[in-house]
Nanobody, 122 residues
Framework: QVHLVESGGDSVQAGGSLRLSCTIS????????YAWFRQAPGKEREGVAF??????GYGDPVKGRFTLTKDNAKNTLYLQMNNLRPEDTAMYYC?????????????????WGQGTEVTVSS
């Protein structure tokens, strides 16, 4: 059974930082594509960052501010978010998939976490 559990969401002021974690069980961490998505109220789910074969990529709104890393020993992904802005406010989700052809193809991810909430105030 595959489980993804996010944590680390909080309320912060603009300019602050947070580190989100996604603890993964039931899969070989090295064989999947992993990604973070976010969804603000009334908006579509948006790709934040992905990690595949050790290579990380980022959505344009977060480039230069967010960093995605992986700790294989702890089976955990980390999303370091710096210089947060009010527009980063959203529920953040971790996702994993083996047959993802492009990281923004949301429907191709097999597993999702329950989400962790980030609120950034101005």
């Amino acid at each position: 059974q595959v489980h993804l559990v996010e944590s680390g969401g909080d309320s912060v002021q603009a300019g602050g930082s947070l580190r989100l974690s996604c603890t993964i069980s039931g899969v070989n961490l090295k064989t999947y594509l992993y990604a973070w998505f976010r969804q603000a109220p009334g908006k579509e789910r948006e790709g934040v960052a992905f990690l595949e074969d050790g290579r990380a990529g980022y959505g344009d709104p977060v480039k230069g501010r967010f960093t995605l890393t992986k700790d294989n020993a702890k089976n955990t992904l980390y999303l370091q978010m710096n210089n947060l802005r009010p527009e980063d406010t959203a529920m953040y989700y971790c996702a994993a998939g083996r047959d993802v052809t492009f990281w923004l193809h949301i429907n191709e991810y097999s597993y999702w976490g329950q989400g962790t909430e980030v609120t950034v105030s101005s």
